[in-house]
């Protein structure tokens, strides 16, 4: 059976039907549609300003490729200006081949681009090194929490070496909606009632963040890039599969299997959760050491950096007596090094 006529030029065969409305399009058609929605969120939300200049936290996966691409192709309307930062966080075999993509489209696309490095950063730390620290205290799953909160704080530092006004980064409407998910299967109403919106105002001095692809379902972000023909990297982070994230992808892929709207109405219910103000979270603070927002006396990254060099990662997770505040006596575990152990193996996964 033929394939039907575009329902918007009717002229060209569609070549897909979009995974929500149904809708018929063909390649061209479709990746115009996209970027009309991407172009209404972000003046709608007005999430970028004329004038802006917008660090794009660039992976080399699909996700920031094509935020990159479309804010590309959008930022002559917008007046806005696009610098890509990137993060090497220090995973062999990994994070390499990432760089080299997210470098071949910044010289395709003549974007100016800066890579930060956890160990330039977190005085040697290393994911991989990271993952060390951690499996030899039983906590291999907790490399992801590692890993976003050091990746943030990264991205952030990138952003303000370039001279960025706002921070921009990937995340689609199914990395949302996991989210959603993994913070009620936690119970962290603190997270859930901050976790709405299309991005935060930079509070306590932080850039401002935005997500422009949150409206944007995991399905077509992949059909763009496969109608733009961009090149992207696809593996699997090596620490991935220990992740509780993968937990909440499958139960989505179910929910969404039985409510084709899970995903989206996901994301909309954190945009209007609204808790009991005896459920509210305090209003953060200041970081005591560096003077980034925090909840705690210690921000995350802080909190983090502090247990690994204390030779304590489950303290740094928060899973020691008094979480991320506890200090232990002075002189307790002095013969841990600071900095990241050398010369242990790799653990496998």
């Known amino acids: 059976m033929p394939a039907p006529q575009c329902a918007s030029c009717r002229k060209a065969r569609a070549a897909l039907r979009r995974p929500r409305s149904g809708q018929a399009l063909c390649g061209t058609c479709f990746c115009a549609a996209f970027e009309a929605e991407v172009l209404h969120t972000v003046v709608a939300g007005r999430l ?5 200049v917008v660090a ?3 992976s080399g996966g699909k996700d920031s490729t094509v935020l990159a691409h479309v804010l590309r192709e959008l930022a002559p309307r917008l007046a806005i200006s696009l610098h890509l930062v990137a993060v090497d966080e220090g995973i062999g075999g990994y ?4 760089l080299a993509a997210v470098r071949r489209q910044a010289a395709r696309w003549e974007l100016p681009l800066t890579v930060v490095a956890y160990a330039e950063l977190f005085g040697g730390w290393t994911m991989d090194a990271v993952a060390r620290s951690t499996a030899g ?5 907790s490399c992801c929490t590692f890993c976003g909160v050091l990746r943030r704080r990264a991205l952030e530092e990138g952003a303000r070496r370039v001279g960025a006004t706002h921070v921009v980064t990937g995340h689609n409407a199914d990395d949302m909606a996991e989210t959603v998910l993994m913070n009620f299967l936690r119970g962290d109403a ?6 709405g919106g299309l991005g935060s105002p930079g509070e306590g001095g932080a850039l401002p963040r935005c997500r422009p692809l949150q409206l944007a379902s995991q399905k077509e972000v992949v059909l763009y890039a496969h109608f733009r023909r961009l090149d992207y990297f696809s593996e699997e982070c090596v620490y991935a599969p220990e992740a509780f994230r993968g937990h909440a992808r499958e139960l989505l892929k179910l929910l969404e299997a039985a409510r084709p709207s899970a995903v989206l109405d ?3 219910s954190a945009e209007r959760l609204a808790l009991a103000p005896a459920a509210r979270p305090p209003p953060p603070g200041a970081c005591s050491r560096c003077g980034a927002l925090a909840s705690r006396a210690l921000c995350q990254a802080c909190a983090l950096l502090d247990g690994l060099n204390r030779g304590r990662p489950r303290l740094a997770i928060g899973k020691g007596r008094g979480g991320l505040d506890e200090e232990g006596p002075p002189g307790r575990r002095g013969s841990q090094p600071s900095g990241p152990p050398a010369s242990e193996p790799i653990p496998g996964f």
């Open 95 to 98: 994070r390499d081949a990432a």
């Open 56 to 58: 794009v936290g660039a």
């Open 266 to 268: 996901l994301v909309h």
């Open 48 to 52: 970028l300003p004329p004038g802006a």
């Open 190 to 195: 603190g997270r859930l009632a901050r976790g």
């Open 137 to 141: 205290s039983g906590r291999s799953r």
